[in-house]
């Protein structure tokens, strides 16, 4: 099932019953950023704040085992998959290795997603934690950055364990969201989700 045919399916919420969603504690506008900020404001993930047919779940990975704020990470070797199979590390840019703590918190996401029974997550894409469709290939400071195709390490332990994991850049199926918490919502079908945007199709050379 793609993840739009989920998101689809879903249950209408009401506020008795809300859609439970876990999401990225920074999209929610909690400041535990690396650098003690929200890493900016996300209109498309702020909206849900706004409903009582939602009851969202907020948490950070980063936070919970590194503090705020903290030194930037990212994954070295391959994605977040990779590092739950012991293939890949979680490095700072001056060389703290925090693969095991990345592991640890992504368990702890993992028991707050199971605890709470969400019925979808909304991370902040482009984190060594919470990415779900783009995280950096190595360290996001260096001078030749480079994009790879993947999830951050709790991103891919949720999905491991079945969850479904979306992005705040996900406008597609945000829409269909927002038509699930919202009767008066309409859906706009121009949205288009991260992966089917040009820049994304451009650089990861992605045939129409
Ligand atoms: S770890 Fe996740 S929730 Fe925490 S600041 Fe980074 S993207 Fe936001």
Avoid at 20 to 43: I, Q
Avoid at 177 to 192: E, G, P, R, T, V
């Amino acid at each position: 099932m793609t993840d739009k045919d989920y998101l689809k399916a879903l249950r209408i919420p009401t506020k008795e019953k809300p859609l439970r969603v876990l999401m990225s504690a920074c999209l929610t506008g909690v400041l535990c950023g690396y650098d003690g900020t929200a890493n900016g404001e996300y209109p498309s993930a702020l909206k849900f704040l706004s409903y009582d047919t939602v009851k969202i779940i907020t948490f950070c990975p980063e936070e919970y085992s590194f503090g705020s704020p903290r030194e930037m990470c990212d994954i070295h070797g391959g994605t977040g998959d990779d590092v739950l199979n012991g293939t890949a590390k979680v490095l700072t840019p001056t060389g703290k290795d925090w693969t095991q703590g990345m592991i640890t918190a992504s368990e702890k996401m993992l028991k707050v997603a199971k605890d709470n029974e969400i019925e979808i997550a909304i991370m902040m894409d482009t984190s060594a934690a919470c990415g779900s469709q783009v995280i950096y290939d190595g360290d996001r400071f260096s001078a030749d950055k480079v994009y790879q195709i993947g999830a951050g390490v709790c991103a891919a332990q949720l999905r491991k364990h079945h969850f479904k994991v979306i992005s705040q850049r996900d406008y597609a199926s945000l829409e269909i969201l927002y038509a699930k918490i919202d009767a008066n919502h309409k859906i706009d079908d121009s949205k288009i989700d991260h992966h089917e945007i040009e820049w994304y199709k451009t650089y990861f050379k992605i045939k129409n």
